[in-house]
């Protein structure tokens, strides 16, 4: 299964991977940064795992975040 990895952390809030990715990234209202639906921490950072169906946008969304923090594992 792949997987995705954040770190979150780092995020600027910029919100592409949303953009890209609406099912699995939202914007915190905490905070202003993304995050990872569905995700689990651990420690600096939140991995969820995600079906075939997901990859494309999720590449697309970690390629289009400007601070390079999401990594798809697939």
């Given at each position: 299964?792949?997987?995705?990895?954040?770190?979150?952390?780092?995020?600027?809030?910029c919100n592409s991977?949303?953009?890209?990715?609406?099912s699995?990234?939202?914007?915190?209202d905490?905070?202003?940064?993304?995050d990872?639906?569905?995700?689990?921490?651990?420690k600096?950072?939140?991995?969820?795992?995600?079906?075939?169906?997901?990859?494309?946008?999720?590449?697309?969304?970690?390629?289009?975040?400007?601070?390079s923090?999401?990594?798809?594992?697939?």
């Open positions: 299964m792949a997987k995705i990895i954040h770190y979150r952390n780092k995020c600027i809030g991977c949303v953009e890209q990715a609406p699995r990234w939202s914007i915190s905490e905070d202003g940064k993304s990872l639906k569905g995700s689990i921490q651990k600096e950072v939140y991995i969820a795992e995600i079906s075939v169906d997901e990859i494309e946008e999720n590449k697309r969304a970690a390629k289009d975040c400007p601070v923090i999401i990594k798809v594992i697939d």
